[in-house]
Structures are given as structure tokens and as C-alpha cells.
């Protein structure tokens, strides 16, 4: 069987966890927490970061952040993970879902001005397979409008828009560790960037369950208390250290990632330019990290019978999200503005291929012949 997704793991990752052992001290915070701070704040060149237990919990925090309140109006695609909607959802906000797209599956900017109004607080445009959304254009309407951007970059890492790092752009940033991600923290984990400094202090009382305890081991005050609203939204050291082996390797992972997806993209090109399939888009002003590589078949029928073909050729390939927008909670705590030309139709053709650091070069062979042999 060629599974769709194998966690990455580079051979520091158990050293690493038995130093953090060996220490005694494995709540979070501690010595590889700041390793991973330092080497964030530094790669990406963003002010502040923190590791949080996942991106939906960073998410969750940018939505407190911002100070979403019942009845705000919020933007972003339906065609996205339920937790960008969620976060968001959970303080009382109005969810408006616009359409994407076809190109790239992201966020379609130019549909985003319409859907403004006097209730909107923030625009949240997600950056699908590590390919960037139109980031100027979406910040210029920001600035217009006085709203917030908070991006969802749980599949960005390492990459980049005009080469500057994604999620370091609009006001916050939020990043997934999940095990499906191209570098993981042992599973889950996430980290929220903040780039406007109001949010930096507040950010830490909230990732703290609403105490100024981080202000306290600084020294800054001689005891901790509840000052905010908050939830403990930091990881364990054993989720850092395992995190900073990774990173240690992270051009390595990003390399080899590409590299599978090139093969992917050549091999594939002839049944592209037979009409059998089409291929990722990747805009001039983004560098992509390889987090994924996707066909879109000619419809729902085809891509199911595909699926089903290569499940009997023991390979997993998957589809991706439902759009939101169908979704019972989705009908109930948001809206589609505008038209949906889009977001359904390209969702129903979009198949999603084997894709993870260990994968050889023989088994990706496997999954494109397959490929090959269903069309011919």
C-alpha cells in the first residue's frame, strides 16, 4: 500500500525528546520552545511568534486578538478547513464565504470589496497547498477598509509571496504542525505570528489562560495573576523538541518536497495537454513549499472512479475539503456571498496525490503509472 501521507521524521526528533527528558522539565516554554522561537523569528524575519497546540488554537487566538464580537462580519473562502471558520464562529461572528479561484484555489481578491460592509472586521485569505493569495491586493483593501487580515498559513511554511514569508504579511499569521503538514511537532501543533506589536503582549496573557505569567519568569512583575480572557494554548517541550530537529533540517524536507513535486508536474504534463487532466497553477509572485500535489479530473464521476482505481492499486490518494458553505454548521453560522462558480465545481475535480519527505522516487513512479493506465 502507498499511503497517502507519512508523518516527516529526519532522525534528531527521539535525541531530542530524551534531552528534554532528561531535563525534568517538559512543560512548554522552555529550552526548544525558544530554540524554535528564535529560528522562526529569524528565518521568516517577523517580530514575534509562539508556538501554540495547533493552528486552530492560533486562530483561535488571533480571533480573541482582534476582539471579535457577536454580529462581526468575517471574509474568507468556503473552500478551506473548518477550523478557519470555526475560530472565528465561536465568538459570535458571521461568517461570509466568496468564491475562489480556479487557478490557484485560493481566495478570489477581486470578489472581496463586495462583500464588505459595516459589520466586517477582518478578511481571512488562505494560502491552499503553500501557493500565495494575491497578498497586495488584499492588504490594499484592508487598509481601505480598516479591517484586519489574519492569514491562514497552516500549509505555508517556507513558502513565500514576492519573496517575503507567508503569514508574516497581513496583521497575523497561522501556522499547522499537524502530522499531514510538510514539518510537524509529533502530531499536532501550530504557531501564531504576530506582526503589529499592539497584539504581542496580549497574545501571551491569552496563550497563558489569560495570566501575565510569561511577564513573570521575565522578571517583569514579582507574582502572576488572571488579567484577560485566555486558555492554554502552549505546547509541550516534548512537542518543541521534537519540532526543532525538523527545522534544524528544514531545507532539506523543503528540497526534497519540490524536487517530488516536479517529478509529479513533468510526468503528468502529456495527459495535462491531452485534456485528461489539469494541472497546479503556481503564480509568478509565489514560491510554493510542495506541500501538495493535486489533479483536477474532468468532474465528480471521473475523479470518483479514479479514486476507486488506484484504491484497488493499492495506492491512497484522497479529495479535499466539502466546501463550508454546504455544510450544515456552515449554512447556519455564515453565508456565500456573490455567486458560487467556482467553489463546488473545482472542489468535485480536485484529487490529491501521495505526497510526504520519505516517499521514493519508485513508489511516486508507482502512482503515476496508475495514473497513466486509468486515462489510456
Same mark, same amino acid.
Given at each position: 500500500?502507498?499511503?497517502?501521507?507519512?508523518?516527516?521524521?529526519?532522525?534528531?526528533?527521539?535525541?531530542?525528546?530524551?534531552?528534554?527528558?532528561?531535563?525534568?522539565?517538559?512543560?512548554?516554554?522552555?529550552?526548544?520552545?525558544?530554540?524554535?522561537?528564535?529560528?522562526?523569528?529569524?528565518?521568516?524575519?517577523?517580530?514575534?511568534?509562539?508556538?501554540?497546540?495547533?493552528?486552530?488554537?492560533?486562530?483561535?487566538?488571533?480571533?480573541?486578538?482582534?476582539?471579535?464580537?457577536?454580529?462581526?462580519?468575517?471574509?474568507?473562502?468556503?473552500?478551506?478547513?473548518?477550523?478557519?471558520?470555526?475560530?472565528?464562529?465561536?465568538?459570535?461572528?458571521?461568517?461570509?464565504?466568496?468564491?475562489?479561484?480556479?487557478?490557484?484555489?485560493?481566495?478570489?481578491?477581486?470578489?472581496?470589496?463586495?462583500?464588505?460592509?459595516?459589520?466586517?472586521?477582518?478578511?481571512?485569505?488562505?494560502?491552499?497547498?503553500?501557493?500565495?493569495?494575491?497578498?497586495?491586493?488584499?492588504?490594499?483593501?484592508?487598509?481601505?477598509?480598516?479591517?484586519?487580515?489574519?492569514?491562514?498559513?497552516?500549509?505555508?511554511?517556507?513558502?513565500? &509571496?514576492?519573496?517575503?514569508?507567508?503569514?508574516?504579511?497581513?496583521?497575523?499569521?497561522?501556522?499547522?504542525?499537524?502530522?499531514?503538514?510538510?514539518?510537524?511537532?509529533?502530531?499536532?501543533?501550530?504557531?501564531?505570528?504576530?506582526?503589529?506589536?499592539?497584539?504581542?503582549?496580549?497574545?501571551?496573557?491569552?496563550?497563558?489562560?489569560?495570566?501575565?505569567?510569561?511577564?513573570?519568569?521575565?522578571?517583569?512583575?514579582?507574582?502572576?495573576?488572571?488579567?484577560?480572557?485566555?486558555?492554554?494554548?502552549?505546547?509541550?517541550?516534548?512537542?518543541?523538541?521534537?519540532?526543532?530537529?525538523?527545522?534544524?533540517?528544514?531545507?532539506?524536507?523543503?528540497?526534497?518536497?519540490?524536487?517530488?513535486?516536479?517529478?509529479?508536474?513533468?510526468?503528468?504534463?502529456?495527459?495535462?495537454?491531452?485534456?485528461?487532466?489539469?494541472?497546479?497553477?503556481?503564480?509568478?509572485?509565489?514560491?510554493?513549499?510542495?506541500?501538495?500535489? &493535486?489533479?483536477?479530473?474532468?468532474?465528480?464521476?471521473?475523479?470518483?472512479?479514479?479514486?476507486?482505481?488506484?484504491?484497488?492499486?493499492?495506492?491512497?490518494?484522497?479529495?479535499?475539503?466539502?466546501?463550508?458553505?454546504?455544510?450544515?454548521?456552515?449554512?447556519?453560522?455564515?453565508?456565500?456571498?456573490?455567486?458560487?462558480?467556482?467553489?463546488?465545481?473545482?472542489?468535485?475535480?480536485?484529487?490529491?496525490?501521495?505526497?510526504?519527505?520519505?516517499?521514493?522516487?519508485?513508489?511516486?513512479?508507482?502512482?503515476?503509472?496508475?495514473?497513466?493506465?486509468?486515462?489510456?
Amino acid at each position: 500500500m502507498i499511503r497517502f501521507n507519512i508523518p516527516a521524521f529526519v532522525g534528531k526528533e527521539l535525541d531530542f525528546i530524551k534531552e528534554t527528558i532528561n531535563s525534568g522539565r517538559l512543560s512548554g516554554d522552555n529550552q526548544f520552545t525558544q530554540k524554535c522561537h528564535q529560528w522562526f523569528e529569524e528565518k521568516l524575519e517577523c517580530k514575534k511568534v509562539l508556538l501554540t497546540t495547533s493552528c486552530t488554537h492560533a486562530l483561535e487566538m488571533a480571533a480573541l486578538l482582534i476582539d471579535i464580537q457577536k454580529g462581526d462580519e468575517v471574509i474568507m473562502p468556503s473552500y478551506t478547513f473548518v477550523s478557519t471558520a470555526n475560530a472565528f464562529a465561536l465568538r459570535g461572528a458571521k461568517i461570509v464565504f466568496i468564491d475562489i479561484r480556479p487557478d490557484t484555489m485560493n481566495i478570489d481578491e477581486t470578489k472581496i470589496e463586495a462583500a464588505i460592509t459595516k459589520k466586517t472586521k477582518a478578511i481571512v485569505p488562505v494560502h491552499y497547498a503553500g501557493v500565495a493569495c494575491e497578498m497586495d491586493t488584499i492588504m490594499e483593501i484592508a487598509n481601505k477598509h480598516s479591517l484586519f487580515v489574519i492569514e491562514d498559513a497552516a500549509q505555508g511554511m517556507m513558502a513565500t &509571496y514576492k519573496g517575503k514569508a507567508l503569514g508574516t504579511i497581513g496583521h497575523i499569521g497561522c501556522f499547522s504542525f499537524h502530522e499531514t503538514k510538510n514539518y510537524t511537532s509529533g502530531g499536532e501543533g501550530g504557531l501564531i505570528i504576530l506582526n503589529d506589536e499592539r497584539f504581542i503582549e496580549r497574545a501571551e496573557i491569552i496563550r497563558e489562560k489569560g495570566t501575565n505569567r510569561s511577564q513573570f519568569f521575565r522578571g517583569q512583575i514579582d507574582k502572576y495573576s488572571w488579567v484577560d480572557l485566555g486558555s492554554s494554548y502552549l505546547p509541550s517541550e516534548l512537542q518543541a523538541a521534537y519540532l526543532y530537529a525538523q527545522l534544524l533540517d528544514a531545507k532539506k524536507i523543503n528540497k526534497k518536497r519540490l524536487e517530488l513535486w516536479e517529478h509529479y508536474y513533468t510526468k503528468l504534463t502529456p495527459l495535462a495537454q491531452q485534456g485528461y487532466i489539469d494541472l497546479p497553477t503556481i503564480p509568478r509572485t509565489s514560491q510554493h513549499n510542495g506541500h501538495m500535489f &493535486y489533479i483536477k479530473t474532468k468532474d465528480l464521476e471521473t475523479r470518483t472512479e479514479l479514486l476507486s482505481f488506484l484504491k484497488k492499486q493499492e495506492i491512497l490518494a484522497v479529495f479535499h475539503y466539502v466546501p463550508l458553505h454546504s455544510a450544515k454548521a456552515g449554512k447556519h453560522f455564515g453565508k456565500f456571498h456573490g455567486n458560487d462558480n467556482f467553489t463546488t465545481k473545482e472542489s468535485e475535480r480536485l484529487l490529491r496525490l501521495p505526497m510526504f519527505y520519505q516517499l521514493t522516487t519508485d513508489l511516486q513512479v508507482k502512482v503515476i503509472d496508475a495514473i497513466r493506465s486509468f486515462f489510456q
